[in-house]
């Protein structure tokens, strides 16, 4: 099995962190953007597509900040791996940006890429900020 490389990739933002942090952390939020439906019960998130079901934890959420999410797939190196949003504001301009890390094979990095880049114009137009 190859071994996942991380990558960020930076998005800004026109709303509030506050905003923004509500649809990267709740269940409602991201059935906005990211997937067709979200349910949670505690930390354990189901988001579901489609095609299927993917299940992920919320290992940390600092308010209108940071989340983090670690999929759970059975893989035995699952848990060296997550996805998460960092929120940052530019403390002198106030501009407001996402950052997005991950994990992919260093073959589909890009396709990684362009799935996030797809899922934050879908957010932004949620939003009102595309």
Do not use: C
Not at 88 to 110: C, G, P, R, Y
Not at 113 to 125: E, G, P, V
């Amino acid at each position: 099995m190859n071994q996942k490389k991380p990558f960020s990739i930076e998005f800004d933002f026109h709303a509030s962190p506050q905003l923004l942090f509500q649809y990267l952390s709740t269940p409602s939020g991201l059935s906005e953007w990211f997937a067709d439906n979200v349910n949670s019960r505690g930390e354990d998130f189901t988001f579901i597509w489609d095609d299927g079901e993917e299940y992920a934890k919320l290992l940390s959420k600092k308010i209108n900040q940071k989340v983090r999410f670690q999929w759970l797939n059975d893989e035995p190196d699952q848990e060296e791996y997550y996805f998460e949003f960092v929120i940052q504001v530019d403390a002198i301009t106030k501009d407001v940006s996402l950052i997005i890390n991950d994990f992919a094979e260093e073959e589909e990095i890009e396709e990684s890429k362009m799935f996030w880049d797809n899922s934050i114009t879908a957010l932004k137009q949620v939003l009102g900020s595309a």
